[in-house]
Nanobody, 122 residues
C-alpha cells in the first residue's frame, strides 16, 4: 500500500511559478511509476507528467518545456516544478502511482492523492 499526500498548490499570477510536492508513505517508493494528473472543472482528468523508476520522463504537449517532474527516492517524494504558468493550467493536481511504466490511462493507476488546487490568474 502507498499513501500519497500532495502539497504546494496555491494562487499565482500568469507567468509565475509553483512547486508541487507529493509525499509517499509505504515501502519501495523507488519501484513505482509516479505521475501528476490534473483536472479542471468540467474536464476529464489528464496526465501532465510522469517519471519511471529508471528516471525516464514523460510530459504532455501542453506543459512540455514549462514543467519539470523529478523524484527523490531517499525521501519518498515526487515533485513538479511549474514555470511560466498560464490560466489554462488552473486545475486540481493529483499525484498517482502504479507498478510498471508510466501510461496515460488513469484507470491503470493504483494509488492516488487527494489533490492540491492550482489557480493561475490572468
Amino acid at each position: 500500500q502507498v499513501q500519497l499526500v500532495e502539497s504546494g498548490g496555491g494562487l499565482v499570477q500568469a507567468g509565475g511559478s509553483l512547486r508541487l510536492s507529493c509525499a509517499a508513505s509505504g515501502r519501495y517508493f523507488g519501484i513505482y511509476a509516479m505521475t501528476w494528473f490534473r483536472q479542471a472543472p468540467g474536464m476529464e482528468r489528464e496526465l501532465v507528467a510522469g517519471i519511471n523508476s529508471g528516471l525516464s520522463t514523460f510530459y504532455s504537449d501542453s506543459v512540455k518545456g514549462r514543467f519539470t517532474i523529478s523524484r527523490d527516492n531517499a525521501k519518498n517524494t515526487l515533485f513538479l516544478q511549474m514555470s511560466s504558468l498560464k490560466p489554462d493550467d488552473t486545475a486540481v493536481y493529483y499525484c498517482a502511482a502504479k507498478h510498471g511504466a508510466v501510461v496515460q490511462n488513469r484507470a491503470a493507476y493504483d494509488y492516488w492523492g487527494q489533490g492540491t488546487q492550482v489557480s493561475v490568474s490572468s
